[in-house]
Every structure is written in C-alpha cells, then in structure tokens.
C-alpha cells in the first residue's frame, strides 16, 4: 500500500477512525426527500448517491421503520455499486453473490419493481438472511435462489442484461467493521480469493447477453483481486470491454472502501445469439405457472375483504404456498428457490393465511389499514394485542402509513399476525 498509495500516512491515519455507518432508503417505499423531512434521527448524505446518508444513531437495526423496511443498513462506498448499476439497462438482472442483500435491495429499488431480479447465494443460510431482506424491502420482482454460479450458467446462457457478481474477497476494507477479518487475511488467502473470483467471474461472462453488463465490485483493495483480475478477465475474453473502474479508499472517500468494474459484453442487445451453441433467450421457457382454482378464490375472498386488488399470475406450489409471479420470470425449477416474487400465503383447503410478505409488498395499497404511531408500533413489532375501532376482519397494520404486517379485527381488538421469528424481544 505504501508504494501504490500517494498519501499512505493519511491511508494507515484512516484506521484509527471509527468505522462509517449508513443507510440507504428503500426508494420502493419512500422518497429520499421524505425521509429526510421525516426521520426522527439525523442523516447526511453520502456524496455520488441519491439515497444514501450517514449516519451516526447505534440501534437503528431495531428501529420501527428499519421493520417497516424503509432503509436497509449499508456500508456508505458499498453503495458506489448499486450507483454504477443506474446507467444499465435491468429488464433481466442477476445477483451472483447477494447475501446478504445490500446490493440486491438497491438494484430492486433502482428497478422500481419493473424487470425480474434473480438475487442467488451458495450458502443456504446466508441465503435465507438474504430472503428475509427482500422480504422486508418489499421487493415485488425477485426470485431468491441457492445455487453454484456454474449451475445458473447452465440454465441461462447469455441471458441477462446485468450480471452482478459482488465477489467474496479477502476484505481489507473490512478491518474496522469485522477485526475477524484480519487474522484471516494472509497472501495466501488473497491468491485463493483471486482463484475463486476468477472462477465465479467465468461462469458470470457465461449469462451476459449481446449489449449486455458485467458488474463486478469487492471490498478490498488486493490488486490481484481487483484491477489484475478484470485485467486478465479482458485478457480471456475479448468479447467484453471495459466502461469504468473505480477504486474508493477510507481516506479519500468517507467510507471503509470499495472496488467497482463496469464491462460490456460487445454485440446487439435486440440480437442475443452470441456464440455457438448458446441457446437464444426466447428458448428459457417462463416461470410454469400452477393454477389452483379453489385457492385462486380463497385468495381473491382474502384481497376483497382488505381491499387489496392485485393483478398477475398466481401459482400455488404443491405445499399450498401461494406467490404473485413477476411478469417475465423465466422456469426455475431446477434451481433451489427460496422467494418467488410475493409470497400470498397459504392454502390449506379450507383457510387462507395471508403471507408476511404480502404486506410488506404491497400492504400500502389495501383499504383495511390500521395507521398506528411509533409506540404503538413498537407494541406490535412485540406481538402484543392492539385495540382499535375496526369492524372486524383482516387489517394491515401499518406505522403511520408503512405496513409491517397483518393483523385481523374482532371486536375492538387486533390479533398480531406478525410472524414469531420477526419479533422484537423485549
Ligand atoms: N452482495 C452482498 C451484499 O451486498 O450484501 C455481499 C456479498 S459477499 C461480498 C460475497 C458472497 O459470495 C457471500 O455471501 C458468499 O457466501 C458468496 N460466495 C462464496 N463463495 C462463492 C462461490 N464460489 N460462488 C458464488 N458465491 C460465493
């Protein structure tokens, strides 16, 4: 570091500085504006993004609206990553390596809902962590799965318009936030990083389409991990051409650092035939859609009595799940899933359970809504009983106007529906 950086004493002074927190508002949910004017703690804002801030409050984990899913906790130069996604094109994009999900939540909430988002992590529980947040955003458009990258390539070749691989890496710029990052780091270790990205990376290539974008970002600053690697990736493959690179350092930029490379892979988006052999994206058949009539009503009696119209197709899982499938979601049933779309609820044959998710997504669109206030929330995210003046039925319970779950009225008083494992312990 002291022969690459210019100003090292300022790079090591870095260190002794706590680490930098952030935030990034959930844009599915909130304008940035409006979170602002709002927010009962302070914030500022993290330059070269629109929806992200710092801030220096300790609990916001378990504050109301971080339940309500209105900002997602996020390192402030990992947000570069999401920024850099803005100026590509995201009808069809995949997050190789999500979990937790800080980058997936800002792609979806770049997407706006629009495109399908397939948010993939090996490890099955980090995997379910990463569920859990795109749960919480309220992300209507993506899929969750569990799977290696070289099992996705063989289902999507040259498939997506964005392939973002945010790779596991020897984590230098984690020494503040994670001490258990140093003992670990060694150069043996980043020669390994170095092998395994360059093996993710060559199964990523693999689903770019014509015209479409590699992204790829670390949080170290190991050249071998970093400019060397997207240097030999160019090397491999002369189909891809770099757009830009950026590497954020802790003293430059005020965050714990961050490395970013945008490529395209050269070629007509419109023309997606791209070597031989590779099958044209129209050949992935969509999503096999399971209709399951008796469930279908059950479902529609639940959306009439919230007043939740929703429209799209409905399919119901062999378990009796029941999820909303995102226009355009291409077959995967060959692929460990965890989330598809918005999970609706369940089915049993006789009742139908409205899914936690279901409110999270679209929640703020039903007319049964019970608006409650900051202390009442928090009684709610406890799992207590609320009272209120609802005739009786199903309700969303919202903090102010933010749903955080369902809840169902009988005579004056609101059964917490909100999931066990959700709640806050005192
Ligand atoms: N993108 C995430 C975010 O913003 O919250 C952080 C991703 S983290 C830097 C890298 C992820 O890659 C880890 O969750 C790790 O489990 C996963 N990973 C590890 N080995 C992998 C492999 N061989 N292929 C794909 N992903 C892998």
Redesign the pocket.
């Known amino acids: 570091m002291k022969e690459r950086l210019g100003d090292f004493p300022a790079f090591l002074a870095s260190y002794e500085e706590p680490p930098k927190k952030g935030l990034r508002v959930n844009t599915l949910k909130i304008s940035p504006e409006e979170f602002v004017r709002r927010a009962p703690f302070p914030l500022s804002p993290v330059k070269g993004t629109t929806s992200g801030f710092y801030v220096s409050e300790e609990k916001l984990g378990a504050d109301v609206w971080h339940f309500a899913g209105l900002y997602y906790l996020?390192e402030p130069s990992?947000m570069t990553?999401g920024e850099t996604a803005k100026s590509c094109k995201k009808s069809r994009v995949l997050?190789?390596?999500?979990?937790?999900?800080?980058?997936?939540t800002h792609l979806a909430a770049e997407m706006g809902g629009e495109g399908i988002l397939i948010a993939n992590?090996?490890?099955p529980s980090?995997a379910r962590a990463l569920s859990q947040n795109v749960e919480r955003m309220g992300i209507p458009n993506c899929a969750v799965t569990c799977a290696?990258?070289e099992k996705l390539a063989e289902l999507f070749p040259a498939y997506f318009d964005l392939v973002?691989v945010?790779?596991?890496?020897s984590g230098e710029g984690m020494f503040k936030k994670e001490p258990n990052a140093i003992p670990e780091w060694s150069e043996e270790n980043v020669a390994r990083c170095a092998l395994?990205q360059r093996?993710?990376l060559e199964e990523a290539a693999k689903m770019v389409c014509a015209g479409g974008r590699l992204l790829y970002s670390?949080?170290t600053f190991a050249e071998e991990e970093d400019e060397w690697q997207i240097e030999e990736f160019l090397r491999r493959h002369p189909e891809f051409a770099l757009l830009r690179q950026n590497k954020l350092y802790p003293h430059e930029f005020r965050g714990e650092g961050h490395f970013c490379a945008l490529l395209e892979k050269k070629g007509d988006s419109s023309c997606p035939l791209v070597g031989e052999g590779v099958r044209p994206r129209a050949s992935i058949k969509p999503y096999p859609v399971r209709k399951n009539s008796e469930a279908n009503r059950a479902f529609s009696a639940f959306a009439e009595e919230v007043g939740l119209p929703l429209e799209g197709e409905i399919t119901t899982l062999p378990d009796g799940r029941m999820y909303l499938v995102p226009a355009g979601m291409p077959d995967l049933s060959n692929v460990r899933l965890l989330r598809l779309g918005v999970e609706l609820g369940e089915w049993d044959g006789k009742l139908f359970k409205p899914a936690h998710a279901l409110a999270m997504a679209f929640g703020g669109k039903a007319k049964r809504k019970l608006s409650l206030s900051r202390e009442e929330s928090e009684k709610y995210l406890r799992g207590e009983t609320l009272q209120t003046d609802l005739s009786n039925g199903w309700c969303v319970v919202c903090a102010e106007e933010f749903p955080l779950g369902f809840g169902k009225c009988v005579g004056g008083m609101v059964k917490n529906h909100l999931p066990k494992g959700l709640r806050k312990v005192k």
């Open positions: 996020q990992a990553v997050d190789l390596c999500a979990a937790p999900g800080g980058k997936t992590e090996i490890d980090r290696p990258p973002l945010d790779a596991p890496c395994r093996q993710i670390t949080c």
